[in-house]
């Protein structure tokens, strides 16, 4: 039977198909194209035809190798070409067709595309696996990624450490200059590549989204770009940064791809990510090691020892160098609470600590904080100390105890001290007791006999069974004043007698001036019938280098007297010794007031009469001074045409030295009232009394210029008169002393201090020299010629009894040609 030929295909159908079709003849010769088939072959359906496909296609060429067999066409397994001119790839099946083959192409280039993204996305992941570091993340992720996308450049940008830009962490592809304008970028920078940062969405701008942001990439991108990308870098929720993609080709960026770059940008934010944690993680354990060597340097610093244990298991797990300083050996791990026995310690009692009673075993085990817990410990070399430990736990961040930290300080030489203290100040508790109960004995007492009997008593009611005595030396020997009633007869009959200077511990504590302490006493003391004592102190009573007496005790209790003893001794021995010099002082004080209130008393009466004869002597000087002043006027009326100029001046220095008499005599007279007078206290208004002495004095102001600086003045109690008359003087020595001034400047003003009142009056007149300002307040004490400035020598003087009967002071200060401060006080009061 013969098998009928297969229909032909209808070429028409063939022409209007989608895929690529060509025929074949058994020659390999092409015998049909349509158009899609021309146009993968890349040229004309005419000009093709005849031509085999091996040299249009050489890899479909290849393919169909060997599919012509003489018996006639076999069947040809699919193949693949690719690498185009176009760029894409295309699958082909051969089938046999009329002697010859049917080839139908179809295109494959998205399988591949999405294959060879994989392989790239793989070979990305295995090379950003291999590194750690941020830069090489970075490096390895623009060297692989760049040329998977068809990428000319491409940077990757991160968060700077304020928040407030974007910093450039790596560039492939960009001119230098480029660089530096992505170096920092602001956040509110309007670059399409921050929109990514902002809206956290990958950005895609093909050429015509450059041209239309132009203005905004100016200075950004390279002058080939014809796109761009820029894609978040998101890791674990996290912004991290943006990769931004610079391409030289026209893109349109279809869906395909943009997933391809999200997935290339997830690996490369991946890798950062990791990269910036370990960076991290390795920068926190730099720093922990550091801390962690710092704090072992610190804690090897300390002055105490520490220990440090985990909780709950008490693993001690750290110690320091002041453990070997405290207990003579080194840190000595544990893994528990049962391996602290390796440190030996006794409780008050002598038991030793068990481990679970030492401090940090208690904060280990119920949490408590431990202070100021003394423990004696066996140091390595056999001695012990008192260390005093302080225990506590450690808190992490949720608050829950994580370690416990106990520290020792060897404090055996505190101890020692302590102990030393007590002792001390129980003994000067002892003393003062006695210092106490003397003062009270002896606080209206003020004869010796009567002083000495309080200390004896107190020192027998303080230390017992004592005899006490108080000698002082008369005539060469030692001779006891008062004794306690303890004394056998004989002895007290042998000291009431005296003994001599040179008796040991008399002579020994006299010239040392310090208390004396005698044990064991005997024979060789020098003492008769004291045989039954067993030690005796003497403490000498001196007050500089005058010995007023000496304190002696005996005990019989025994061969020694006891610190406390001793403190007593001594307390009493300097308690009395005051006394005895404070009765004396007394003594001596009220002598010397008797005799203070004598002379005073004897001074008043002094003054008293000084006064009535100064006043009486004034008033007695007036009548004949009227006589000399009236006969001269006569004389001069009657003769005085006549006289010769020499016997008429004589005339006129008679009158001239009658009127200076008669002004000294009126100076005499005020400053004799300035103290007989009565002081009438009332409220003196001192600005109004400056104000009448200026217009009194208005006379001395004629034909001159005189300013005057008068600052408001107090209200102060006083007597007005006697007051006014302060202000007369110095403010009329302030003018005339400032006489020869083109210009008199004088100054009035008053300072509050806290109980009074300083008023000062100040010229710029001819001064004086300071040294002799002690002169100016004396009686006819001048310091100036009275050709040069006329005056009585009296005004001053008047001006310091009054201020004085106020109760103030007065001073003045001066410079030779500057002017003189005249100042006085007067009380608020």
Request: aromatic residues 6%; proline residues 5%.
């Amino acid at each position: 039977m013969v098998t009928p030929p297969r229909a032909l295909p209808d070429l028409s159908l063939l022409q209007e198909l989608a895929d690529p079709i060509v025929l074949i003849d058994a020659a390999g010769s092409l015998t049909f194209i349509n158009a899609p088939a021309a146009a993968l072959l890349g040229g004309g359906a005419a000009d093709l035809l005849g031509r085999t496909l091996s040299e249009m296609l050489p890899q479909a060429g290849t393919a169909l190798e060997g599919t012509q067999a003489p018996s006639g066409p076999i069947g040809v397994p699919p193949f693949e070409v690719g690498e185009l001119a176009s760029g894409r790839w295309w699958a082909g099946r051969a089938s046999p067709h009329a002697g010859g083959l049917l080839v139908h192409f179809w295109d494959v280039t998205e399988r591949h595309t999405a294959q060879r993204r994989r392989d790239v996305l793989l070979s990305v992941t295995l090379a950003l696996g291999e590194v750690t570091g941020v830069d090489e993340v970075v490096s390895t992720a623009l060297a692989a990624g760049l040329p998977a996308v068809g990428a000319a450049a491409g940077a990757v940008l991160r968060r700077t450490g304020d928040g407030e830009a974007l910093e450039l962490i790596g560039a492939r592809g960009y001119p230098e200059t480029l660089l530096n304008a992505w170096r920092t970028v602001p956040l509110s920078s309007p670059l399409p590549a921050l929109d990514a940062w902002r809206e956290e969405a990958p950005v895609y701008l093909t050429a015509h989204d450059l041209s239309v942001r132009s203005a905004t990439l100016l200075g950004h991108t390279r002058p080939t770009t014809h796109a761009l990308a820029a894609l978040p870098l998101r890791a674990e929720g996290a912004l991290l940064g943006i990769l931004a993609l610079s391409f030289d080709t026209e893109r349109t960026f279809d869906p395909a791809e943009r997933d391809f770059m999200q997935l290339l940008a997830g690996q490369v934010a991946q890798a950062l990510g990791r990269a910036q944690t370990l960076a991290a993680r390795d920068a926190a354990l730099t720093t922990l090691e550091r801390e962690r060597t710092q704090l072992s340097a610190i804690l090897d610093q300390m002055p105490v020892a520490l220990w440090v244990a985990e909780l709950p298991s008490g693993r001690l797990i750290g110690g320091n160098a002041a453990i070997h300083e405290a207990l003579g050996l080194d840190f000595l791990p544990a893994d528990s609470i049962d391996g602290y026995t390796q440190y030996r310690g006794l409780h008050s009692d002598g038991r030793p600590y068990a481990a679970h009673e030492w401090p940090i075993a208690r904060t280990i085990q119920s949490g408590e904080t431990i202070a100021g817990e003394e423990i004696e410990m066996h140091r390595a070399d056999g001695t012990r100390v008192r260390v005093r430990f302080a225990s506590a736990p450690i808190l992490n961040a949720q608050g829950e105890p994580e370690l416990a930290v106990v520290s020792g300080m060897d404090v055996t030489a505190l101890h020692d001290l302590s102990v030393t203290l007590e002792a001390r100040v129980a003994e000067r508790t002892a003393g003062l007791d006695a210092f106490v109960q003397f003062t009270e004995r002896s606080a209206a007492t003020t004869t010796v006999d009567q002083l000495a009997r309080a200390a004896l008593s107190v020192m027998r009611a303080t230390l017992g069974n004592v005899s006490v005595a108080y000698y002082e030396l008369e005539g060469g020997l030692w001779r006891a004043r008062v004794l306690s009633e303890d004394f056998a007869p004989a002895l007290a009959e042998l000291v009431r007698h005296g003994l001599a200077r040179e008796t040991p511990g008399f002579d020994e504590a006299a010239r040392t001036g310090d208390a004396v302490f005698i044990s064991n006493w005997d024979e060789a003391q020098g003492i008769g019938h004291t045989e039954g004592y067993g030690a005796g102190a003497f403490y000498p009573c001196a007050v500089g280098s005058e010995l007023l007496g000496m304190l002696a005790v005996g005990t019989r209790a025994g061969t020694d007297f006891t610190a406390r003893e001793r403190a007593v001794i001594r307390a009493l021995g300097r308690s009395l010794t005051l006394a005895l010099e404070r009765a004396r002082t007394g003594a001596l004080i009220a002598q010397q007031r008797d005799e203070l209130d004598s002379r005073a008393h004897a001074l008043s009466v002094a003054n008293e009469d000084l006064d009535a004869f100064a006043y009486s002597v004034s008033h007695d000087l007036r009548t004949p001074l009227r006589h000399i002043v009236g006969f001269q006027e006569l004389l001069t009326k009657t003769i005085g045409t006549t006289l010769a100029p020499k016997p008429a001046r004589y005339l006129q220095l008679i009158g001239n030295a009658a009127a200076q008499m008669d002004t000294l005599i009126d100076a005499l007279l005020n400053l004799a009232r300035t103290s007989q007078h009565p002081l009438r206290l009332q409220a003196v208004d001192l600005g109004h009394l400056v104000r009448t002495v200026q217009e009194d004095l208005a006379v001395d102001t004629q034909n001159r210029v005189v300013s005057w600086a008068v600052s408001p003045l107090p209200v102060v109690p006083g007597d007005a008169a006697l007051l006014r008359l302060v202000m007369s003087n110095l403010l009329g020595n302030a003018l005339k002393y400032s006489r020869r001034e083109e210009q008199a400047h004088i100054e009035v003003w008053a300072e509050e201090r806290a109980e009074m009142w300083v008023v000062s009056v100040r010229d710029n007149g001819a001064g004086f020299d300071p040294q002799y300002q002690d002169r100016l307040f004396g009686v006819f004490q001048r310091l100036h010629r009275p050709d040069e400035f006329e005056g009585t020598g009296v005004g001053l003087a008047t001006v310091r009894r009054i201020v004085q009967r106020h109760g103030g002071e007065v001073w003045a200060t001066a410079a030779v040609g500057q002017g003189a401060t005249f100042a006085f006080t007067l009380p608020k009061a």
